[in-house]
């Protein structure tokens, strides 16, 4: 059963964690960084470095090499850690609570800001689905080979950024606090999935409202989606709004794939509405609208 990071991050001390930031910083050049160059970063002692590797091997924080050198790796649980230092460090996350929920990409924690606010910490984990999908899906995969790690870092980078523009633009998205490595912390949504969501009051308001949010997306922020479907709207309890989630998977307008993706989102939408609740708006009519040639729908 998967470890709560939050319950390991508890047991570590200031020279663990100093262990895996020199770790973390030599990722790019070594696959498994050489024990004596960790011990020579480290500035640490011999003895006290085997000490700390005994303990972040036995909680799985590394893992180690042994061949023609020793060396160590982080694992996801220790890059979960040095996240979650440098979230607390900067007063965004107090407390990590029980998981939320398990995408293909990414875990989700409920958790605690320092003003007792429920907060999501969302760690992505890219590397889950196979290379070649990631390479189909992900814009950004195509760059220069980095590990998996590095990969989950700049998939939180871009999921970030796109919820801070979509906001700015008033894109109904979840409220983003901070970002640390390959963790986004956001602001708790009291809500259901859309898939979920039983007997809305006014599905067709709902639906117009999501379609606005992809056209202030596409014509303001400049992005689309790519991946718009029931599994990736969340539906507010009380005001009915949806909120568009998971959006490290967004391509710029620009993009070659962008019309197709576009269009494929607002077909999806349309078509579980249609399926859901007899709500019917042209295909037609709503990509004119989402890519602003008409003014409403």
Known sequence: MPVNPGYVFKQLTPRDMKILRVIEK??????????DIIVSRSRM?????SLVFSKLNSLKLVKRYRGDYTGYRITSLGYDCLALEDLVRR??????GPKLGVGKEADLYLGLSPANEKIVVK????????????KRLRVYAEEAEVSWLLRSSISA????KALIECLKAQVNVPIPLGRS??????KHINGVLLLKYRNPSDPETMLRTILDSVRR??????????????????VELGTERPILIDWPQYVEREHPSAPILLERDVKYI????????????PVKEALKYVRGKIEEI
Not at 270 to 281: C, N, Q
């Open 91 to 96: 007063n965004i996350v107090y407390a990590l």
């Open 26 to 35: 030599l990722m790019r050049k070594y696959e498994y960084v050489p024990l």
């Open 217 to 234: 997306a596409y014509l303001i922020v400049g992005i689309v989606h790519g991946d718009l479907s029931e599994y990736n709207v969340m």
């Open 157 to 160: 980078e871009r999921e970030f």
């Open 181 to 186: 490595r390959h963790a986004v912390v956001m």
């Open 270 to 281: 349309i078509g579980f509405f249609k399926r859901k609740y007899r709500v019917e708006i």
């Open 45 to 49: 002692v011999d003895k006290d470095v």
């Open 123 to 134: 760690f992505h984990r890219v590397g889950r689905t196979s290379f070649r999908q990631v």
